[in-house]
């Protein structure tokens, strides 16, 4: 069953979508360019799995990005990865 989709999830993945299209490339392409599989991809833009750094860095890499939005990826995948820390503590205490 997939996770449900949390505000940075959707922001994450909306924005990795969005560089990929303006890179004029399919997940396919990005796929062959990165080494990434075609699910991971989807995944990680339908905002249902937060990438890992090393993920992340391979992206940016890919991409070629600019510092700046390569940052926002990072900051975007942080504050995900924080808020689930902070969800599954308050859950194990209750």
């Keep these: 069953m997939d996770r449900p989709v949390t505000g940075e999830g959707a922001s994450l993945g909306a ?4 560089i990929r299209l303006d890179r004029g490339m399919t997940q396919e392409a990005l796929g062959e ?6 699910r991971s991809i989807r995944d990680l833009e339908q905002g249902v799995s937060c990438p890992r ?3 992340l860095r391979l992206l940016t890499q890919t991409w070629n990005l600019p510092e700046a939005q390569g940052a926002e990826l990072h900051r975007l995948a942080r504050t995900w990865r924080d808020r689930a820390r902070r969800l599954r503590r308050r859950g194990a205490i209750e």
């Design 15 to 18: 924005l990795l979508r969005s």
């Design 53 to 55: 750094v090393s993920t």
């Design 33 to 38: 360019a990165s080494g990434l599989s075609v």
